[in-house]
C-alpha cells in the first residue's frame, strides 16, 4: 500500500489535486487538475480528489506488479505504452491525449504486437525499424517526428519509475523533418480574396486573419470580452480546437473545445484595434443581438461571449473554417492555399513593409525566433518600424480601390433601391406562392389548416366569396394584434391589411381557374401534399423577406410575447383557437364540423417542416440575393 497524501489547491483560478508520495525515499508531488474553477462547488472538487488519488494509486500498483525481484521488467512495450497512456490521461491537455492515444493505440500498437519486444529488451534498433516502418506505411517526417517524441517521453517515465535503467531513444537520432516553405497571398490576392468573403460567414474570419496573422483557433476563440473599443485593442487569449477520438467500435467522435490558454505564453498578446476591424467587429455583434432577438429562446446563449458564432448562437468549427475557405477559392477561381496560410501572407506583407524580424514574431505571437525565420527568404529587408508602421502595412494601400472603403451616400442609396426592389419582389412571390397553398388545400376536401378554416367555415355555410372573407378574416387580425399591442403597435404594421387584400385576389383567381377535383382519397392526399409544401415554401419566402408579415403570423407572434412563451406557443395557441372557433361555427349553424379532417392536423405536423426544410437549404441564398445580410 502506497502512503499518498492528497490536497486541495487553487492554481489559475481551478482547483488542482496535489498528491505527495516517496519512491525509495525520495518525496515526489504530482499536481493534477479537477477540472473543477473556484467559482463552482468546492465540493465536487473534493470528490474528484478522492477519484483522482485512488486511481492514482491503482496505477501505481498496476506499475509494481510488473517489476520482479532484480528490478526487470516483465511487461511488453506495447502494453507499457498502452499502460503510460492511461497514466498521464489528468496531466495533459484533452486535445493533446487524444493525439497521443490516437498514435499509441493505432500505428504504435499495430507494430509492436506484430513484431513484439519486451520493455527490458528495447533497443535503439527496435526504434529504427519501427520509423522505416511508418515510412513505408506512406507517413511523412513531420509526423514521424511526432511518434518519437511520444516514444521518448513515454521511455523516460520508465527510467523515472525504475522500470528500465535507461531511455534508448536518446540514442535514436530525430527523423528528419521536411523542409518548410511557407505559401502565402500578396496584396493584391489579399484584396482579391476579400471581395469573395464579403457577405460570407467567414468574413469577419478572414480579415481577423489576415490582419492579425491569427492561427485558426486564435481567431474561433476571440471573445467580446477581450475586446477593448474605448482603448481600440484586441487580446488573443482563448482558443477553439477540435478533438478527435475513436471509441472501441473505432467509430470516429469529434467535439469542438475551447480553452482557456493560447498555444504557448507568447502567443498571449494584445494588439491594436484596427478602423476597418473595429466597424466590422460593431457590425458583427449588431448582427449578433437581432439574430438572438429573432430565435428567443432557441439562440444558443452558452457561446454569446464569442464572436465568431452562426446565426443560431453556435460555435463556428474549426473544420467548418478550413471546408468553407477551399469552398471559396474553388468557386471563385482563387489560387489554393490553406486558411493558414493567410497568417503566412501576414507575415510576408509585414517583412516587404520593412518591419523586423523581432516585432513580427510579437506580432505573431512566436515562441521563438527561428519560427519567424522561416519567412526570412521572402523579403531581406527586415528595419525596425514603430507599430504605426505595421499598422500601415496592414492598410493594403494598393492602386486598386480599397475594399474596406466606405460606400458613397449615391452608392448606397442605389444599393437599397435595388435591395428593396429584389426584396419587394421575392415577397410578392411568396405571397402569390402563399395563396396558392391555400386554395389548394381547400381542393383536397379533406380539412384545411387552422389558420383559413375560420373563412371557410363562413364561405361554404352562407356560399360567400373565399378571398373576401378571407380578407376580413386578416383585418380582424390585425385589430386583434392591435388590441394587444396597444401604444407598441407601430403604423406601418397596418400595411398588413393592403398587403391581405392583394393575397385574397389571388386566392380568388386561383379559387376560380384552379379547377382541380380530386376523386380517390390517393388523389386527395397527394393534392394535400402539394398544398402543404407550397404553402410552406410562400409563408417562409414571405417572413424571410422581413417587409410586412402575414396578419396570421404577426397576431401568433404577438400572443407568444404577451404569454411570455415566444412565437411557437404563440402559434399553437392561434391555430387551437381558430380550430374550436371553427368547429363551433360548423356545429352550430349546421351541427356538422366543416373543413376540419385529417387534412388539418397534417398541415399542422408538416407545414412547419417544410418551412424549416425550405431554410436549411434556400434561406440564406435568397437573403443573399435580396441583399438583407449586407443591409441589416
Known amino acids: 500500500m502506497y502512503n499518498i497524501t492528497a ?7 481551478t482547483f488542482y489535486t496535489v498528491l505527495t508520495y516517496y519512491v525509495d525515499g525520495i518525496r515526489k508531488m504530482k499536481w493534477v487538475s479537477t477540472g473543477f474553477k473556484e467559482n463552482e462547488s468546492k465540493k465536487k472538487a473534493e470528490k474528484k480528489l478522492i477519484q483522482i488519488r485512488d486511481e492514482f494509486i491503482n496505477k501505481l500498483e498496476t506499475i509494481a506488479t510488473t517489476k520482479i525481484e532484480d528490478k526487470k521488467v516483465q511487461i511488453s512495450f506495447a502494453d507499457f505504452m498502452i499502460k503510460w497512456l492511461d497514466m498521464i490521461k489528468h496531466q495533459v491537455e484533452e486535445s493533446t491525449y487524444t493525439g497521443y492515444k490516437r498514435q499509441i493505440e493505432g500505428r504504435t500498437k499495430e507494430y509492436f504486437t506484430k513484431n513484439p519486444v519486451m520493455l527490458e529488451d528495447l533497443k535503439p534498433v527496435h526504434i529504427l525499424d519501427f520509423y522505416n516502418w511508418l515510412y513505408s506505411q506512406g507517413l511523412k517526417g513531420n509526423t514521424v517526428v511526432k511518434y518519437h517524441a511520444n516514444i521518448r517521453k513515454a521511455l523516460d517515465y520508465a527510467v523515472q519509475t525504475d ?12 527523423p528528419q523533418q521536411e523542409q518548410f516553405i511557407a505559401d502565402y497571398y500578396n496584396e493584391e490576392e489579399l484584396n482579391n480574396l476579400f471581395k469573395f468573403v464579403k457577405d460570407t460567414p467567414l468574413e469577419l474570419i478572414v480579415y481577423l486573419t489576415a490582419f492579425y496573422g491569427l492561427r485558426r483557433s486564435e481567431v474561433l476563440g476571440i471573445r467580446w470580452s477581450a475586446i477593448d473599443f474605448e482603448n481600440k485593442t484586441i487580446t488573443i487569449s482563448h482558443k477553439v480546437v477540435t478533438v478527435t477520438d475513436e471509441n472501441e467500435n473505432s467509430k470516429t467522435k469529434t467535439k469542438t473545445i475551447t480553452k482557456r490558454k493560447t498555444k504557448n505564453k507568447s502567443s498571449y498578446r494584445t494588439l491594436p484595434l484596427f478602423k476597418e476591424i473595429e466597424e466590422l467587429l460593431l457590425y458583427t455583434r449588431k448582427m449578433q443581438e437581432y439574430y438572438m432577438s429573432i430565435f428567443k429562446e432557441s439562440y444558443n446563449k452558452q457561446f454569446k461571449d464569442f464572436v465568431c458564432v452562426d446565426e443560431m ?36 506583407l509585414l517583412l516587404k513593409k520593412g518591419i523586423s524580424l523581432r516585432e513580427i514574431q510579437d506580432w505573431l505571437g512566436h515562441s521563438s525566433s527561428k519560427t519567424t525565420e522561416r519567412y526570412a527568404h521572402l523579403d531581406s529587408s527586415t528595419k525596425i518600424k514603430s507599430a504605426t508602421a505595421i499598422e500601415n502595412a496592414l492598410s493594403f494601400n494598393t492602386n486598386k480601390k480599397d475594399i474596406l472603403e466606405r ?22 412571390i411568396g405571397l402569390i406562392v402563399l395563396a396558392l397553398g391555400i386554395v389548394l388545400n381547400t381542393k383536397t376536401l379533406l380539412g384545411v389548416s387552422p389558420i383559413i378554416s375560420i373563412p371557410y367555415n363562413i364561405c361554404h355555410i352562407w356560399h360567400l366569396n373565399l ?50 377535383v380530386p376523386d380517390t382519397l390517393g388523389q386527395k392526399l397527394l393534392v394535400l401534399f402539394f398544398a402543404i409544401v407550397v404553402t410552406g415554401i410562400g409563408a417562409a419566402t414571405m417572413v424571410n423577406m422581413k417587409l410586412v408579415p402575414n396578419p396570421a403570423d404577426a397576431l401568433a407572434a404577438t400572443i407568444g410575447d404577451k404569454l411570455g412563451k415566444g412565437m411557437g406557443i404563440g402559434k399553437n395557441v392561434f391555430d387551437g383557437t381558430c380550430f374550436c372557433t371553427s368547429g363551433i361555427i360548423g356545429l352550430v349553424f349546421t351541427r356538422h364540423i366543416i373543413g376540419l379532417g385529417i387534412g388539418t392536423v397534417l398541415a399542422v405536423i408538416f407545414t412547419g417542416r417544410v418551412i424549416a426544410v425550405y431554410n436549411y437549404f434556400l434561406k440564406h441564398p435568397m437573403q443573399n440575393l435580396a441583399g438583407i445580410t449586407a443591409e441589416l
Not at 490536497?7 to 483560478?13: C, D, E, P, R
Not at 522500470?163 to 530525430?174: E, Y
Not at 460606400?407 to 421575392?426: A, D, F
Open 7 to 13: 490536497y486541495l489547491t487553487i492554481k489559475n483560478k
Open 163 to 174: 522500470l528500465i535503467q535507461s531511455n534508448p531513444a536518446t540514442k535514436v537520432g530525430r
Open 313 to 348: 448562437g453556435n460555435l463556428r468549427k474549426p473544420d467548418y473554417v478550413s471546408h468553407k475557405f477551399k469552398e471559396i477559392l474553388k468557386n471563385n477561381d482563387l489560387r489554393k492555399i490553406r486558411f493558414h496560410d493567410l497568417r503566412h501572407s501576414c507575415a510576408t
Open 407 to 428: 460606400e458613397s451616400e449615391k452608392e448606397k442609396r442605389k444599393r437599397t433601391l435595388k435591395t428593396k426592389c429584389t426584396r419587394g419582389i421575392i415577397y410578392f
Open 467 to 516: 378571398g373576401a372573407i378571407t380578407f376580413v378574416f386578416y383585418c380582424f387580425c390585425v385589430l386583434i394584434e392591435a388590441i394587444l399591442k396597444g401604444k407598441e403597435f407601430k403604423l406601418y404594421e397596418l400595411l398588413q391589411i393592403p398587403m391581405s387584400l392583394v393575397t385574397s385576389v389571388f386566392i380568388n383567381i386561383f379559387d376560380q381557374y384552379l379547377n382541380i
